[in-house]
Each structure stands twice: as C-alpha cells, then as structure tokens.
C-alpha cells in the first residue's frame, strides 16, 4: 500500500514557477514508478510526465518538455514537478501517482495509487 500526498501548489503569474512535492508513505515507494498528472475542469485526466524507480529515466508530455522536470529523492520518499515558464494553460488539478511494477507509461489505469491533488492556477 502507498499513500501519496501532493503539496505546493498555489497561484502564479505566467511565466512563473511552482514546485510541487508528492510525498509517499510506504515500503516500497523506492521501487514504484511515479507519475504527475493534470486535469482542468472540463477535461480528461492528462499525462505531465513519469520517472521511473530510480530517477534515471523520465518522459514528459510534449505540451510540457523543456518547461518541466521531474526528480525523485528515494531517501525522502519524495517525487517532484519542477514547473517553469507556467502557462495559464497550465492550470488544472495536479496528481502524482505511483505504479507497483512497469515503466512509466501515460495512462492513468496503469497506475495503482492515487494523491488527492493539488491546485495549480496561472493568470496571464
């Protein structure tokens, strides 16, 4: 069982950054595959970006390569979304979830625990 717990999120001017934190609880948090995900109202749940169990492979959306970065500190129990040149597009709900076993895939039935989500807005 992994318990997730997003934070960090807030309100930001375009073109500013946020960093959001998804702490886990768990055992096995080392050896899960994490992702970040996005809703705005309206829309469907998207795929931001995934980093697998030991940080040395990640993917990202295309709408946010080169503006967002993903880490993990296995130690703290901690995954990260570094958001740079925010967007007001970029505004929604965001998640972290984790994945038992596989790679980082961007569907959101692959994953098997779920955060409560933390609100990003941007105003332009």
């Known amino acids: 069982q992994v318990q997730l717990v997003e934070s960090g999120g807030g309100l930001v001017q375009a073109g500013g950054s946020l960093r959001l934190s998804c702490a886990a609880s768990?055992?096995?948090?080392?050896?899960?595959?994490m992702g970040w995900f996005r809703q705005a109202p309206g829309k469907e749940r998207e795929f931001v970006g995934g980093?697998?169990?030991?940080?040395?492979?990640?993917n990202y959306a295309e709408s946010v390569k080169g503006r967002f970065t993903i880490s993990r500190d296995n130690a703290k129990n901690t995954v990260y979304l570094q958001m740079n040149s925010l967007k007001p597009e970029d505004t929604a709900v965001y998640y972290c979830?984790?994945?038992?076993?596989?790679?980082?895939?961007?569907?959101?039935?692959?994953?098997?625990?779920w955060g409560q989500g933390t609100q990003v807005t941007v105003s332009s």
């Open positions: 768990g055992r096995t948090f080392s050896s899960n595959t």
């Open positions: 979830a984790a994945r038992s076993w596989g790679m980082v895939v961007n569907k959101a039935n692959e994953y098997d625990y």
């Open positions: 980093i697998s169990w030991s940080g040395s492979k990640t």
